[in-house]
């Protein structure tokens, strides 16, 4: 009987080390082919690329993020300029519909200059307005006559410094000459006459 023990206990053992010794087996053949696909697959090399490629996304994910911020400013430079400009707009179409006029003055304001009272109007202005349009270099109260007080010695000398700062060239006319109210009257030239009935 206890040499059957003795049996039961060696046949025991025996399957315990065989057991250990596949499983040491195993573990040594999984090792190396995990080393075999390692060295087969060139890991520290994908590991660098891959290192590589996240450093390339994270710069291209900061360069986003700062076209964003830059764009964001612009858009708000953009509309703070646009909301100026109707600003403006509104404001010169106010002043535009002004009943009060502005006044033009030209010459010394001294003796023994006088003050001459001329309207004047811009005609390339008119027929631009009456289509719609805006003239390139003067606003749109040129299409109506507006009043010039002009200085000067006599009536000639007025006209000629009217027609240095408003030259008929680029369509200015006068629609009218003639001494301020209060100041004697002086008589008009046939020429300015003539040019004020156009």
Request: glycine share 6%.
């Amino acid at each position: 009987m206890t040499a059957g023990v003795i049996g039961i206990l060696e046949f025991g053992l025996f399957v315990f080390l065989a057991t250990v010794a596949a499983s040491a087996l195993v573990a040594l053949g999984a090792h190396g082919y995990t080393l075999v696909l390692e060295h087969l697959a060139d890991t520290d090399k994908l590991r660098q690329k891959i290192a590589m490629y996240s450093r390339i996304a994270s710069g291209l994910s900061d360069r986003v993020e700062s076209r964003k911020n830059t764009a964001a400013g612009a858009a708000t430079q953009l509309f703070a300029a646009q909301r100026q400009e109707a600003q403006l707009k509104k404001k010169l179409r106010e002043l535009e519909a002004s009943p009060h006029r502005f006044v033009r003055l030209l010459g010394q304001e001294q003796m023994p200059n006088k003050p001459f009272e001329m309207l004047v109007m811009n005609s390339s202005v008119a027929h631009q307005v009456k289509r719609g349009e805006r003239h390139p270099f003067y606003d749109n109260s040129w299409a109506r006559p507006q009043p010039v007080h002009v200085w000067a010695m006599g009536l000639d000398e007025a006209r000629e410094l009217l027609e240095r700062t408003f030259p008929k060239t680029v369509g200015f006319k006068v629609v009218h000459a003639g001494p301020m109210p209060g100041e004697p009257a002086t008589p008009s030239p046939p020429s300015l006459a003539a040019e004020a009935a156009e």
